[in-house]
């Protein structure tokens, strides 16, 4: 609906530049998953992912000081049924955007939305291979997961996933220790309510807010990234458990 607005939109710095893109990519991803027969597929999926990970990382999702943090991982960002009108606002806001907010901002809502679009796109490789053995995604278990997984064209691009949670975790640390970029936070939410940018404005304030509350947060996404890539390894390899880490992961 908004694309002519992406599109037509002069921007005049990298970040802004590479943020246009990736929305443009989104944007027409989101269309065509919309009209997919799968797209219930894809939410189911999501869902049942989301469980996982917070089971295979319960620990650190129930530690006081890494909860809100990874809630935010997986609510603002991985939560594709109730992102529609948000993602809509932020392509129809996108000439806005690139003049009210600084680049550091658009930088991190870049590397949010390339993550967002990456997991989308796995999700919808999984349902379609899910589909094609005949297995309802609500009925979905491990086993078939890991059945589908293995099948999966995308295996590099699932490696990839990783070191992005990676980054853009690193993205937000640094942006949430940096306090000229909080007090321009601060400041800009009355702009950006009068712009029209409250939706997006918000996002940026709760993923602000949960890493800032965060201590050691280098070593939580250092965690996360040995642990999923071992679940990677075991879901390769035939492991009976690939979800069960030991100990010391």
């Given at each position: 609906m908004y694309r002519e607005r992406l599109v037509s939109t002069n921007v005049r710095s990298e970040s802004?530049?590479?943020?246009?893109?990736?929305?443009?990519?989104?944007?027409?991803?989101?269309?065509?998953?919309?009209?997919?027969?799968?797209?219930?597929?894809?939410?189911?999926?999501?869902?049942?992912?989301?469980e996982r990970l917070k089971s295979t990382h319960q620990d650190l999702y129930q530690h006081p000081g890494y909860h809100s943090g990874l809630e935010f991982l997986l609510t603002d960002l991985y939560a594709p049924a109730s992102m529609t009108r948000r993602d809509d606002n932020i392509d129809r806001v996108f000439p806005k955007m690139v003049k009210w907010l600084p680049d550091q901002q658009l930088e991190v809502l870049a590397g949010l939305v390339e993550l967002n679009l990456l997991t989308q796109?796995?999700?919808?490789?999984?349902?379609?291979?899910?589909?094609?053995?005949g297995t309802p995604a609500k009925s979905i278990t491990a086993e078939h997961y890991c059945e589908v997984y293995r099948a999966s064209q995308m295996i590099e691009q699932r490696k990839k996933q990783v070191?992005?949670?990676?980054?853009?975790?690193?993205?937000?640390?640094?942006?949430?220790?940096?306090?000229?970029?909080g007090w321009l936070l601060a400041m800009s939410r009355t702009p950006a309510?009068?712009?029209?940018?409250?939706?997006?404005?918000?996002?940026?304030?709760?993923?602000?807010?949960?890493?800032?509350k965060m201590d050691k947060v280098d070593l939580l996404i250092d965690r996360l990234v040995v642990r999923e890539q071992q679940v990677i390894d075991n879901i390769l390899s035939g492991h009976p458990e690939p979800f069960m880490l030991p100990g010391d992961l």
């Amino acid at each position: 609906m908004y694309r002519e607005r992406l599109v037509s939109t002069n921007v005049r710095s990298e970040s802004a530049r590479r943020l246009q893109q990736l929305l443009l990519d989104y944007h027409d991803f989101r269309h065509r998953k919309a009209e997919h027969q799968l797209l219930e597929s894809t939410l189911v999926i999501a869902d049942w992912q989301a469980e996982r990970l917070k089971s295979t990382h319960q620990d650190l999702y129930q530690h006081p000081g890494y909860h809100s943090g990874l809630e935010f991982l997986l609510t603002d960002l991985y939560a594709p049924a109730s992102m529609t009108r948000r993602d809509d606002n932020i392509d129809r806001v996108f000439p806005k955007m690139v003049k009210w907010l600084p680049d550091q901002q658009l930088e991190v809502l870049a590397g949010l939305v390339e993550l967002n679009l990456l997991t989308q796109q796995l999700d919808l490789e999984l349902a379609e291979l899910l589909d094609e053995r005949g297995t309802p995604a609500k009925s979905i278990t491990a086993e078939h997961y890991c059945e589908v997984y293995r099948a999966s064209q995308m295996i590099e691009q699932r490696k990839k996933q990783v070191i992005l949670v990676a980054e853009v975790g690193h993205q937000l640390d640094r942006y949430v220790r940096n306090r000229t970029l909080g007090w321009l936070l601060a400041m800009s939410r009355t702009p950006a309510e009068m712009a029209d940018l409250a939706d997006l404005h918000n996002f940026l304030h709760r993923g602000y807010s949960a890493f800032r509350k965060m201590d050691k947060v280098d070593l939580l996404i250092d965690r996360l990234v040995v642990r999923e890539q071992q679940v990677i390894d075991n879901i390769l390899s035939g492991h009976p458990e690939p979800f069960m880490l030991p100990g010391d992961l």
